[in-house]
């Protein structure tokens, strides 16, 4: 039976506010500090035929615009990055650029900060893996359709192999879920369940401990 080789692209921001709602139903328990590894893994039964892990990729971006007020806010996301890439998940960040919206309803110019680069690099990332023949199948963990034209393109390059979706809980996507080979959604106990132990112990024996409000 031929190897049946699976890469994860997970997008950071968006499972990270699915596992905040999931947050909600476990009395302060905490889904944060998640094995995003295990949690791939634990899915590969449903990818199906012999499905064997591959790579993890996971994106994000570091919020050091909200240090002033917040400081601890990356202080707790390094820790977090430090811990899954110990445990062999590949990291790539982008970047938080200031922008200028206008109000539609009181007319005020405001700045926020909005997230970038992402979904290019995300896109990128599907093409080297499909170009490279690192993966037979390539599960998106998002339910963000900023990356159904990659997606779509993707699929009519190389059509042997195959694209699904692991929706976030309560991220599921109609339209992803439509353009997609196969496709799944997260259940919040599974966010509960593959937890990182605390402290977690790299593999240079060096402790990090869970952030208290994690």
């Not at 921001?13 to 893994?41: P, Q």
């Not at 692991?166 to 997260?186: C, H, V």
Request: charged content about 30%; aromatic content about 12%; hydrophobic content about 35%.
């Amino acid at each position: 039976m031929p190897m049946n080789r699976t890469s994860f692209i997970i997008d950071g921001f968006n499972l990270y506010h699915s596992v905040r709602e999931a947050a909600k139903f476990f009395e302060g328990k905490g889904t944060k500090w998640l094995n995003i590894k295990e949690l791939c893994s634990s899915y590969l039964q449903i990818v199906g035929g012999g499905a064997k892990l591959e790579n993890i990729y996971y994106f994000s971006a570091l919020a050091k615009h909200l240090e002033s007020t917040h400081p601890d806010v990356t202080t707790r996301h390094r820790a977090f990055l430090e811990c899954i890439k110990d445990s062999g998940v590949k990291i790539q960040l982008a970047r938080f650029k200031k922008k200028q919206f206008l109000c539609k309803h009181c007319g005020e110019t405001i700045k926020r900060h909005e997230e970038k680069e992402t979904d290019v690099a995300i896109a990128s990332t599907i093409f080297e893996i499909l170009f490279n023949d690192e993966a037979d199948n390539i599960v998106i963990m998002s339910g963000d359709t900023d990356i159904a034209p990659a997606v779509r393109t993707a699929k009519s390059l190389f059509p042997e192999k195959l694209i699904g979706f692991a929706f976030p809980y309560e991220r599921k996507n109609k339209e992803l879920a439509t353009i997609s080979d196969f496709s799944f959604t997260i259940s919040k106990e599974q966010y509960r369940k593959y937890q990182f132990p605390d402290p977690y112990v790299l593999k240079s024996d060096r402790k990090i401990n869970k952030p208290l409000e994690w």
